[in-house]
């Protein structure tokens, strides 16, 4: 268990989150990225990527049970959470079961959103020694709040990049590796036709055939998100401004990619000043 690869990539995760944030689901960026004075102010995906942080950090895998305590106890309403992420959450924290809140969503069929996937990098790379166990704790993350098969395909997905990243995967490699251990679903689909791209460098004509998240589901987020994370593998700041350019739902999309790429270049490759001007994590994050 690697707990500075996982703290990294939290820190990637969270930096992107906040600088994306207020370009969510605005049309795609172009001329000069231009970033607001600080403090950047994060949202849902860094707050429940740092209980995730914090459960791993606490128990070392991940007890469903108390983890989906964790996330009802600690979700602020400000921090842009979508309807169903609320609806779920409020209805733990009320007692419910989160198996059966978790489960009603979407008239039963449970959520495919990108929730599950925009939190999970840091676990990737906590489990970085063992992808494959990687793989399994990142799919019980998911179902806590995420039971449709393409949401724990989508987490899955972004787990294994994380752990890939962190143990120092070529960049030309990673999504083969990820394909190699991600069950059949439209979101493994998608990062199959991440992969034929990688020599790609028209944003939006990828950003059109992959998704740039503008649906919030798994399938239409992760496979850009990991596509950008495998072409700017060693250049974060590159990484988050192609996010940005993407449009969509920039700030998961910087969440996922940001993650992934922190795992592999530590928080050396993240501009301090970027570091420093995004509001400070929870206290409680690095509490046992």
Known sequence: MDQSAALDSLIGLSVGDAIGAPFEMRPPLEGELRLPPGPWRWTDDTEMACTLFAALRRDGRVDQDRLAVAFAQRWSADRGYGRGAISLLASVRDGVPWREAAGALFGGRGSSGNGAAMRVAPLG??????????????????????????????????????????????????????????????????????????????????????????????????????????TRFDDYPAAVETCVR???????????????????????????????????????????
């Open 125 to 230: 790379a906590f489990f970085a020694d063992d992808p494959d166990l990687a793989a399994r704790q990142a799919a019980l993350s998911a179902e806590v709040t995420h039971r449709h098969p393409e949401g724990v395909a989508g987490a899955v997905a972004v787990a294994l990049a994380a752990a890939h990243a962190a143990r120092h995967a070529e960049p030309g490699t990673l999504l083969r590796l990820v394909l190699n251990q991600l069950p059949p679903s439209d979101v493994r689909d998608g990062i199959g036709r991440a992969a034929r791209r990688l020599t790609g460098t028209d944003i939006q004509e990828v950003a059109s055939d992959l998704g740039n998240g503008s649906h919030a589901l798994a399938q239409d987020t992760v496979p850009f998100a990991l596509w950008v994370a495998a």
């Open 246 to 288: 993407a449009g969509g739902d920039v700030d998961s999309l910087c969440a996922i990619a940001g993650g992934v790429v922190a795992a592999h270049t530590g928080v050396a490759g993240i501009p301090e000043h970027w570091i420093d001007a995004r509001e400070p994590l929870p206290e409680w994050t690095h509490s046992p």
